[in-house]
């Protein structure tokens, strides 16, 4: 099959294209409002896209509280999405009133950044602490707003818990990261299987 995706006209019962583009991390984004209250929500839309400097993206919605956050305050803070926070993730993601505070909504504690001004999820197995080097608000082909924000973050610090080192490596095996597989559905990245790159001639 073959759709204009200008149009959707794709003739399913749901659109396919968050489907292919999977899986996705999550970006469990942790953020401080002006007025000091605590955010937390969990982005699909997000990746590393930089080793050096070490840069990671998330987008959002126009009019959610994270973009928002992160370029009032200029960080947030990424928490590492683990099978064992699969249902606090989930809880995190409600559409509330701004203000309102994910970490308790979601029964979690928090910590807060030794370098950057913002929460993270006390518990997860890593935590990127970022600042804001760039907010993006893309235009389409026709012109019009991309109903999204793209924040840029540098990482200025990275946590990680000891328990999910092993011969000297993060091992995603112990982690079990999860990752959206478009829909509903997700994903447990906990079977790893190792494959070199070709030598260059």
Known sequence: ???DASTRDHGLPH???KAI???RPIGWIGTRGRDDSRNLSPYSFFNAVSDKPKIVMFSAARGNDSPRNAEETGVFTSSFVSHSLLKQMNTSSTSVPYGVDEFALAGLKHEQGRMVDAPYVAGAFA????RTIKVV???GLDGQD???IVVF???V???IDESVIRDGRFDPAIARPIGRMGYMDYTEASEVFEMMRPPRP
Do not use: K, W, Y
Request: glycine residues 8%; negative net charge; hydrophobic residues 50%.
């Open 146 to 148: 991309a109903d999204a």
């Open 21 to 23: 583009v999977s899986p």
């Open 127 to 130: 935590v990127l602490e970022c």
């Open 157 to 159: 610090g990275i946590h």
């Open 1 to 3: 099959m073959f759709f």
């Open 137 to 139: 608000r893309p235009v």
């Open 15 to 17: 659109d396919p294209f």
């Open 153 to 155: 973050g540098q990482v």
